[in-house]
């Protein structure tokens, strides 16, 4: 398993053709009680949660830790991205053990979907992870019934390693690398 915590954080803000990730800033805390109060984007992560709740828990500066970045354009938050090196909450099974790695996880604001930006920002994050950790494994697991984020790990280059029942519905887990697939 990957551990961010000994890399220089937060990194240059890494800037792309149309955005910008960044660390998070004060000015994005509306941005995340949006992303994460929006039943859209809720949709295949359990639903969204109480505006409320959002408003009393999240923090003055939302998701300042390494691995977290706040997707940006135009100067406006959209999205984020996150690296996270204890991503699995996931039943435990032998495939995901050896697969181990740093989690990938994304959201973005309903305005941004299928305009391609969630693939440049998540290409952007992990170009920057695999300079900064060569050959660290990177996995990412979602349901099959999300098309979108299905299609995003095709993009991405994320090879299938299996499928399994969690939450309530099937999931699908694979594994990416800058050096070699493991599958």
């Known amino acids: 398993m990957s551990d961010l915590r000994p890399l220089s954080w937060p990194p240059a803000p890494i800037k792309t053709e149309r955005l910008v990730l960044r660390e998070s800033e004060a000015r994005d805390r509306a941005a995340v009680i949006e992303l994460n109060a929006s039943p859209e984007v809720g949709t295949y992560l359990g639903g ?54 740093t989690g990938l996880g994304y959201l973005f604001l309903p305005e941004g979907w299928e305009r391609g930006y969630a693939t440049e920002a998540c290409t952007a994050a992990l170009d920057w992870f695999a300079g900064a950790l060569p050959g660290e494994p990177v996995v ?31 999931q699908w887990f694979g594994v990416w690398s800058s050096v070699t697939p493991l599958a």
């Not at 923090?59 to 354009?73: A, H, Q, T, Y």
């Not at 990412?140 to 969690?166: C, D, H, I, P, W």
């Open 140 to 170: 990412l697991y979602t349901q099959t019934a999300n098309v979108r984020s299905m299609r995003l790990a095709a993009k991405l280059g994320f090879t299938e390693l299996e499928r399994f029942e969690a939450y309530g519905a099937e």
């Open 48 to 101: 969204p949660r109480p505006r409320a709740e959002l408003e009393r828990t999240v923090p003055e500066v939302p998701g300042r830790r390494p691995g977290f970045f706040v997707v940006e354009l135009d100067g406006v938050a959209i999205g984020t991205i996150e690296l996270d090196p204890h991503a699995s909450e996931l039943p435990d099974s032998d495939r995901r053990r050896e697969a181990g790695g």
